[in-house]
């Protein structure tokens, strides 16, 4: 099955499928006085969060590979300077595979957003919406995820956006999970139409693969319920490991997943047309580019970013956040 993920971006039976989900044995036995870890198909192994055992796995597949051959595939370079290559080289070179049997689920303090994919197709339904545009981020609302978020909605004619952050453990300097929820249910409250958007946390994290991240995350709003999904320039991607148009290209290669993905180029904002735009007859003297990196660098700084890069609303929130010392960015 890993071969064929890596190989061919599908699983045997012909699924598309492009990145591999897999339980990584870690380097060291955390019990002490034992130095390796080992598990053997029959064998079941305790799953926990937080320090509370949540499931069980009966291990039926117990294998190795080689983490240079693995990074190469996934992400396509092994440096280790690419937080999802860094990460997969923080484990060791054994992996299991089993079924899994839930005992509890790991509830957080983010609960009210945490609609499971028959959740979410129920507030779609009862909504009446049957036309939802899904929205990945991981990071807090900017001007540009809105153009994004409302040009797709009118031009696919959608009745409604699911805005979906990741909420999972990222790479240091990234928006937290929290922050962003928080700067997400504000904005819906206080700016987004009536009924226009719904707001979930997407239990999973950011592995910073490029293309085939970005095909994993429309499978998995596909699975929620919507019938579109918002792909951006360099979507998932990290640095300069990818270029801005791969995710595309990867979309056209895999064919049909019963979700359409809405491609945008790069939007920024022009002094003189003075709106946010993907194009436009002016010089590059009158582009103001918009990103995350950049907002959070001002944050950093203590610096809001001005309305057309943010609205008040968000930055005033991860502002006074910072002010109290709460955690708004990963570490």
């Not at 044995?25 to 799953?47: D, F, N, W």
Request: aromatic fraction near 10%; include cysteine.
């Amino acid at each position: 099955t890993l071969a064929s993920v890596l190989e061919k971006k599908r699983l045997p039976d012909g699924s598309a499928w492009p990145m591999p989900v897999l339980l990584q044995l870690p380097q060291k036995h955390p019990s002490p006085g034992r130095s390796v870890l080992t598990c053997s198909p029959g064998e079941t192994v305790a799953l926990s969060y937080q320090q509370k055992i949540k499931a069980l796995l009966t291990v039926e597949e117990s294998f190795n590979f080689e983490l240079d051959k693995l990074a190469q595939g996934w992400f396509g370079t092994a440096i280790q300077e690419h937080p999802g290559v860094a990460r997969l080289f923080e484990g060791s070179t054994s992996f299991i595979a089993g079924k899994v049997m839930l005992l509890e689920e790991a509830l957080s303090e983010r609960q009210p957003f945490e609609l499971d994919p028959i959740q979410a197709r129920q507030v779609f339904e009862h909504r009446r919406w049957q036309r939802v545009v899904g929205f990945h981020t991981r990071n807090v609302p900017h001007r540009a995820h809105e153009y994004l978020q409302f040009t797709a909605l009118a031009e696919q004619q959608c009745d409604g956006i699911f805005i979906h952050p990741v909420t999972g453990p990222k790479k240091t300097g990234d928006f937290s999970g929290e922050i962003n929820l928080r700067a997400y249910d504000l904005l819906i409250d206080e700016v987004y139409p009536p009924n226009s958007a719904v707001l979930g946390s997407f239990l999973s994290y950011p592995r910073y693969a490029g293309p085939r991240e970005a095909v994993f995350t429309a499978i998995c709003r596909q699975n929620f319920g919507c019938s579109h999904f918002i792909v951006g320039r360099d979507h998932t991607g990290v640095g300069e490991f990818y270029s801005p148009d791969d995710s595309k290209r990867l979309f056209e290669e895999i064919g049909d997943l019963g979700i359409k993905p809405v491609f945008f180029e790069e939007v920024y904002y022009c002094r003189r047309c003075q709106d946010h735009v993907q194009s436009c007859d002016h010089g590059a003297e009158d582009i103001q580019r918009i990103s995350g990196s950049h907002a959070r660098e001002m944050f950093g700084q203590g610096e809001a970013p001005p309305d057309w890069y943010m609205r008040e609303q968000v930055s005033q929130l991860i502002l006074s956040e910072l002010s109290q010392e709460t955690e708004v960015f990963s570490s």
